[in-house]
């Protein structure tokens, strides 16, 4: 889901589905991703890491999202891209994780004004807490 959302103090949440993209350029072009945080997102083998660019302030999250649908003996994790830019937060996600963004959304809905880094951190949060429970159950049986 296609979604824009303001912070608080100028900050915006943006939050771009990558299943619903008609052509990629557009994260380059419309947005101003580097093709290297694009290669990140489009990776769905990429391993959770964080990268800082220096030339442009720009922070770049790779967090594995907990599929809560368990299609086989196992459970899997989709990453989820978090990139952070001056006064704007950039979500990229995709039909497996998209529980996240309205848990995100939630959050944001229940809170007047946030920082980039309150709402960034609180989603990370929402993201892990979604593998207590599976871990719990996990260690049951």
């Known amino acids: ?17 990558l299943d619903k993209l ?22 769905r083998n990429e391993r959770a890491h964080m990268d800082y660019h220096r030339e442009n302030g720009t922070v770049t999250f790779i967090y594995n999202v907990l599929n809560l649908k368990k299609d086989k003996a196992y ?17 990229i ?17 229940s809170h007047d004004t946030l920082s980039i880094y309150k709402f960034l951190f609180a989603s990370l949060e929402i993201i892990s807490n979604a593998y207590y429970p599976v871990i719990e159950q996990m260690d049951k049986s």
């Not at 996600?93 to 809905?109: G, P």
Request: hydrophobic content about 35%; aromatic content about 12%.
């Open 75 to 91: 459970y899997e994790a989709f990453p989820m891209t978090f990139i952070v830019e001056h006064r704007r937060l950039i979500t």
């Open 22 to 43: 008609k052509k990629l350029e557009d994260l380059s072009e419309i947005y101003g991703l580097d093709k290297e945080t694009i290669e990140y997102a489009l990776d």
């Open 93 to 109: 996600s995709n039909t497996k994780n998209a529980y996240v963004i309205e848990q995100m959304t939630r959050y944001l809905d």
């Open 1 to 17: 889901m296609f979604l824009e959302k303001q912070l608080g103090n100028g900050c915006t949440w943006i939050n771009l589905d």
